[in-house]
């Protein structure tokens, strides 16, 4: 099991920055990327961004230049720089970790943490 729980959420005004984390715990040794997802109300979530073990990185093309995902594997977290927001970024952003499995994969997901990003 991998437990998850994201911090830095928070209200912003238009063109601010925030600095979201996920602090993981439990299992850590069967994750092999994390990610961060978001949803905003009346809309499916969606991905933000991806980082492999390995460091390899994937940004949904809406949030390319502006954020920018990174890992701490010694401190077990997982941070989304937010930069240039936008109110169409307004949303809850979850924390994901993926975890293969010889049947595909176990998905982890912490609660959410709020952003809103004011005009």
């Known amino acids: 099991q991998v437990q998850l729980v994201e911090s830095g959420g928070g209200l912003v005004q238009a063109g601010g920055s925030l600095r979201l984390s996920c602090a993981v715990s439990?299992?850590?040794?069967?994750?092999?990327?994390m990610g961060w997802y978001r949803q905003a109300p009346g809309k499916q979530r969606g991905l933000v961004a991806t980082?492999?073990?390995?460091?390899?990185?994937n940004y949904a093309d809406s949030v390319k230049g502006r954020f920018t995902i990174s890992r701490d594997n010694i401190k077990n977290t997982v941070y989304l720089q937010m930069n240039s927001l936008k109110p169409e970024d307004s949303a809850v952003y979850y924390c994901?970790?993926?975890?293969?499995?010889?049947?595909?994969?176990?998905?982890?997901w912490g609660k959410g943490t709020q952003v809103t990003v004011s005009s």
């Open positions: 439990g299992s850590i040794f069967t994750i092999s990327e």
């Open positions: 980082i492999s073990r390995g460091g390899s990185t």
């Open positions: 994901n970790a993926h975890a293969p499995t010889p049947w595909g994969g176990d998905e982890y």
